[in-house]
């Protein structure tokens, strides 16, 4: 198996306190099935505590319809890019992204996004087939939501017209956990509710892709199959993974807030 990337949370927030708990309070290593590392430096930029080599940051500022995008090289380090929409919680050393309701958005959506976008190592875009074997796993929670944030994305790349997802994973404010299929790459999304937990606390998702015709879900240890309508064969896809938020107003402080512990990605 290849292995993209392994960011690593370096430590598990309790789940109504926020305090800190090192690693070492799970004598498995694992929490979710999610490897986890020594505690984090939460004086660090994210880049310090997570490998970002294959990442390429979109922040919800910049020019109508054409958002800032940070580049992996940017990212990296301890010393690496961060400000007010992503950046190392000082608390617990949580990768955090913030998308406000008011912001600046791609062409072909009305929300804005503090999100990671897959890359390859070279520097190019990911663009991968659906055949073999394809999973992005996390760790994470979401602090604050409007109405719902996608934390997860199977993204169309190559192949065609279509700039759709080929799914979405959501939070909604309510603790419910919705995954989004699309019904074809022309759209027509068809929700599927796959969990719920109470705002603030951690959960853990592994979105998996193969045989190139399955996608499989697992929310907290219960998975879930869904197939891939044909019409998407044709198209190479990426995965996203961060806050999408999924409302708009002319706030700049309301919105969604989401905290990653850890985030891999792997293909074989």
Request: hydrophobic share 30%; aromatic share 8%; net charge neutral.
């Amino acid at each position: 198996m290849r292995v993209r990337a392994l960011l690593t949370f370096l430590a598990i927030p309790a789940l109504l306190t926020g305090t800190a708990i090192s690693a070492e309070a799970f004598p498995s290593a694992e929490v979710g099935g999610i490897a986890m590392a020594p505690l984090a430096d939460p004086g660090v930029a994210p880049g310090g505590n997570f490998d970002l080599s294959v990442w390429q940051l979109q922040e919800p500022v910049g020019s109508p319809g054409s958002p800032t995008t940070i580049s992996s090289s940017r990212l990296q380090g301890a010393n690496g890019f961060q400000d007010s929409y992503f950046y190392t919680d000082t608390r617990d050393g949580a990768m955090t992204f913030w998308a406000p309701e008011k912001g600046v958005t791609t062409p072909n959506s009305n929300y804005a996004r503090s999100e990671l976008r897959e890359m390859n190592k070279s520097g190019s875009a990911a663009n991968w087939s659906l055949s073999g074997t394809h999973k992005l796993s996390a760790t994470l929670r979401v602090v604050s939501v409007t109405s719902n944030v996608c934390v997860g994305q199977v993204h169309l790349g190559t192949g065609g017209s279509s700039t759709k997802p080929l799914l979405e994973l959501y939070y909604h404010s309510n603790g419910d956990i919705v995954l989004g299929t699309e019904n074809s790459p022309d759209g027509g999304q068809t929700p599927h509710t796959v969990g719920h937990v109470a705002i603030g606390k951690t959960w853990t998702y592994t979105i998996g892709i193969s045989g190139g015709n399955t996608i499989n879900l697992t929310v907290n240890g219960t998975t879930t199959h869904y197939g891939i309508p044909s019409s998407f064969n044709q198209y190479k896809q990426y995965f996203k993974a961060g806050s999408y938020n999924q409302s708009s107003s002319d706030s700049t402080t309301k919105g969604a807030r989401v905290a990653f512990y850890g985030l891999t990605v792997s293909h074989s």
